[in-house]
């Protein structure tokens, strides 16, 4: 069982810049590739940007991409997600996910976190 833990949301204003972590519980993290998303309220949950267990390649939502960076650090047990130039639009409770093995992809995660709230204001 992996229990993942998000943090660095805020409120912030457009044009601003945000970290967010995850930092999964267990002694196995560099076998979980990882995902985030978030949810706008009367929205649906969607894929933001996604990152394998080896970290070799990256993945991100059209609407996400050339802002936000995904990363990971296996020795610190911590997975990143960089938000630059954020726009109102971002405003949403962003979520990891986990899946053990090799993934890069917006479907099949076993695992998440309990969100943490990103408010951007115009």
């Known amino acids: 069982q992996v229990q993942l833990v998000e943090s660095g949301g805020g409120l912030v204003q457009a044009g601003g810049s945000l970290r967010l972590s995850c930092a999964p519980s267990g002694r196995t993290f560099s076998s979980y590739s990882m995902g985030w998303f978030r949810q706008a309220p009367g929205k649906e949950r969607e894929f933001v940007a996604a990152?394998?267990?080896?970290?070799?390649?990256?993945y991100y939502a059209d609407s996400v991409k050339g802002r936000f960076t995904i990363s990971r650090d296996n020795a610190k047990n911590t997975v990143y997600l960089q938000l630059n130039s954020l726009k109102p639009d971002d405003t949403a409770v962003y979520y990891c996910?986990?899946?053990?093995?090799?993934?890069?992809?917006?479907?099949?995660?076993?695992?998440w976190g309990q969100g943490t709230q990103v408010t951007v204001s115009s």
């Open positions: 990152i394998p267990w080896n970290g070799d390649m990256t």
């Open positions: 996910a986990a899946r053990i093995g090799y993934y890069v992809g917006a479907e099949r995660y076993d695992y």
